[in-house]
């Protein structure tokens, strides 16, 4: 990433995996058509000094005002200290072989799959994707096919590039490009890859004097040169080949070739318009956001070698509600797994999401009092139930941040005596997690960090954190519980800091270091969280419980509201309700009558992947699973799950997914999301569900007080 001398930095890279990984998916579900589109390859100079790598190595963009709120203060961390004020320990099961040295490793990224792994995996840059081969690589731009169950669109080669290659390895990473080095038989560089999440181009530029071949899947490139475009067909399409003649071309050192897909209804002015961007290659993306009242505010700038503007794809939650006025955005569309992507010319996206502030305590006035009455009685059950915490990061995370719920809402309802052992069991509980040198006593409830992984890993682990799957769902669980029971206790606050602040960096630390990753697992081009660590998937890597991320963040806001850190609440504000709208989006309310989609029959998704959408779990089949995984833990900022959706949208997920099965205790809860009347069946419905019917990580309590909450302040779709 380009630095900038600037009270406001931009950011830079994120990212963790899924956290329930019991089977493996067995590959592609279906190979699709490839599409009808053109790629064209652009021949131009890069500067001959050192390449711009990743966002690292120089580069820049045309300026441009930016709407919306102004950029926010960067939060300051001193991650060398947090790192080093625990115990030292290699846990992490990573094992990165195709990494340059002192590269922080990216795990958790839409592009991991590239470094982790015996072989690497191919990626999904939206709109294109991308595959390492012996010599080189391929592209691709993936066709998405609709089943019942399933929105699919793997790669499928279309053009492939070979370079002489003997092997190849991630040189440089930032949140949202990556920049891959080929290397020859000796491990000297030939030539730097870059892509970037958004970007339409690929661009390899040369170290020395390179050649390349590039062919087009069923044939082959000719003519072209003096600005007109070589041209192959493709199964009757259309690809063209600009700034050279032929396939092969012969760079210079630091001379540049890019690659891209020009969409099937870019007119010749559109063309022309990305023949001109392509000529200029990304060298990374810079990351910017900012909140207000009304909205959060993330801008992507796509740095190019020579600063002159370039193209990007706007996904469907950044064109959903309130959104900046863009100019340019008629160059074409590319379709997706996500639904349609408009293609625009310049350097800076802009997107809005509706704010949501941190937030742990429900709306309860207007709630009548035989229904407080109600809360308070099912509270003292709750309590008396409460089991030993468990010893993991998951579950253990979950419980604690269950007991902290009910002890939040017990004095909010002015019953404290009901919970005030309850807190102090608690607070207990969470002190023993924070000891920095826990593990050199225990193998635990505490924290390591490993200086190989890069990452602060929690002992025992569980669902694959020590591969670093899933630590912002994990962590996410223990800063919430930190944040309600600290929020008002100062001391609290300072004993938790030393761990609750390496935990707070190790998901979502704002500026990269040497020791650890910029926004480990947020995603701010997709607006929202990957789980896995390594990504060993041909579909890419993939999130399944969206609400889990959601409040890994609403988590990370309550501990910064509650031990005073005001720089991180603001980023932990912009990563919620940037994370919210793309829950909706693209897992509980998706826009079903995008073309993309049709043939799709369910009302929700549960795992979105790179390369696919899927109604299905890593752990049931059951259609309450498949929406309730999407709701956990149902707390107060699930009450963003209702912002900008027809109420109707709700009723029609609830009633595909009914209220018996795993996790149905959330879909009661949601509900009631839905209006009045039903909020007033979900109430029934939650006095009568049994015991074993309500999910570890919530309480009967916590579901009524939810009910009640939004049958007195119904949400506004």
């Not at 919306?68 to 961390?77: I, N």
């Not at 022309?272 to 801008?299: E, F, N, S």
């Not at 994370?579 to 909706?584: F, N, P, V, Y």
């Not at 209220?659 to 009347?677: E, I, K, N, Q, R």
């Amino acid at each position: 990433m380009t630095a900038r001398t600037t009270d406001h930095p931009p950011l830079s890279p994120p990212a963790p995996a899924p956290r329930r990984r019991r089977w493996l998916i067995a590959g592609i579900a279906a190979l699709a058509v490839v599409t009808l589109a053109a790629v064209v390859v652009l021949v131009g100079p890069w500067g001959r000094s050192a390449p711009a790598a990743g966002g690292s190595g120089g580069g820049s963009a045309p300026d441009a005002p930016v709407a919306g709120p102004p950029d926010a203060r960067t939060p300051e961390v001193d991650t060398a200290a947090l790192t080093a004020g625990v115990e030292q320990k290699a846990v992490g099961k990573i094992a990165p072989v195709r990494l340059a040295e002192g590269v922080v490793p990216p795990t958790n990224r839409w592009y991991s799959g590239l470094v982790f792994g015996d072989e690497p995996q191919p990626v999904f840059a939206q709109p294109v994707s991308f595959a390492l081969t012996d010599t080189g690589f391929t592209l691709g731009l993936p066709n998405p096919v609709a089943s019942d169950k399933a929105v699919v669109a793997p790669h499928v080669p279309a053009v492939t590039v070979d370079a002489g290659a003997a092997s190849a390895q991630v040189s440089a990473a930032d949140p949202v490009s990556v920049t891959v080095d080929l290397l020859d038989a000796t491990g000297a560089v030939l030539g730097h890859v870059v892509l970037a999440e958004g970007s339409p181009f690929v661009s390899l530029t040369a170290e020395r004097d390179l050649t390349l071949d590039a062919t087009a899947e069923g044939g082959s490139f000719s003519g072209g040169g003096d600005g007109e475009p070589a041209t192959a067909t493709v199964a009757g399409t259309d690809w063209a080949l600009v700034g050279a003649e032929g396939g092969s071309t012969t760079l210079a050192a630091g001379d540049t070739a890019t690659w891209y897909p020009v969409p099937q209804d870019a007119d010749a002015d559109a063309a022309a318009t990305l023949a001109t961007a392509a000529a200029d290659p990304v060298t990374g993306v810079d990351v910017t956001y900012g909140v207000d009242d009304d909205v959060a505010r993330t801008t992507l700038t796509y740095n190019t070698a020579g600063g002159t503007p370039s193209a990007y794809v706007l996904a469907p939650h950044q064109r959903t509600g309130t959104q900046p006025e863009r100019d340019g955005c008629d160059l074409g569309a590319y379709p997706s797994v996500y639904g349609t992507l408009e293609l625009c010319a310049g350097s800076h996206l802009s997107a809005f999401a509706p704010t949501v502030r941190p937030t742990g305590a429900l709306d309860l006035d207007g709630v009548p009092d035989d229904r407080r009455t109600a809360i308070v009685d099912a509270l003292r059950a709750d309590v008396a139930a409460t089991e030993p915490f468990p010893s993991d990061t998951y579950f253990g995370g979950k419980a604690l941040f269950r007991a902290a719920s009910l002890v939040t809402l017990g004095e909010q309802l002015g019953a404290d005596d009901v919970v005030a052992d309850l807190r102090t069991r608690t607070t207990d509980a969470l002190r023993e997690w924070a000891e920095p040198d826990g593990c050199a006593e225990r193998d635990a409830r505490c924290v390591v960090y490993d200086a190989a992984a890069r990452s602060a890993i929690g002992l025992t682990p569980s669902f694959g954190s020590d591969e670093l799957n899933d630590h912002h769902f994990h962590y996410g669980y223990l800063l919430a519980a930190a944040g309600l029971l600290s929020a008002d206790d100062e001391k609290l606050a300072d004993d938790l800091a030393p761990v609750m602040d390496l935990l707070a960096a190790d998901i979502a630390s704002a500026t990269p270091s040497d020791e650890l990753p910029q926004l480990r697992s947020f995603d701010p081009w997709f607006g929202h969280s990957w789980a896995s660590g390594t990504s060993p998937f041909a579909d890419g890597n993939n999130q399944e419980s969206s609400s889990e991320a959601v409040n890994a963040w609403n988590g990370l806001g309550l501990w910064a509201q509650a031990s005073g850190q005001d720089d991180l609440a603001t980023q932990a504000a912009w990563m919620t309700s940037t994370e919210a709208a793309s829950a909706r989006a693209y897992w509980t309310a998706p826009d079903l009558d995008d073309p993309s989609l049709d043939g799709f029959g369910h009302e929700v998704f549960s795992i979105s992947w790179g390369a696919k959408r899927d109604y299905a779990t890593w752990f049931s089949p059951e259609p309450s699973a498949i929406l309730g995984i999407q709701l956990i833990p149902m707390g107060p900022v699930q009450m963003s799950l209702a912002t900008g959706v027809d109420p109707e949208r709700i009723s029609a997920a609830v009633e595909e997914s009914g209220f018996t099965g795993p996790l149905a205790d959330y879909v009661v809860t949601y509900s009631a999301l839905a209006g009045t009347d039903a909020a007033e069946k979900a109430w029934t419905t939650a006095t009568g569900l049994s015991e074993d019917a309500i999910d570890d990580g919530s309480s009967r309590a916590s579901m009524l007080a939810f009910i009640a909450s939004a049958q007195a302040h119904p949400p506004r779709s």
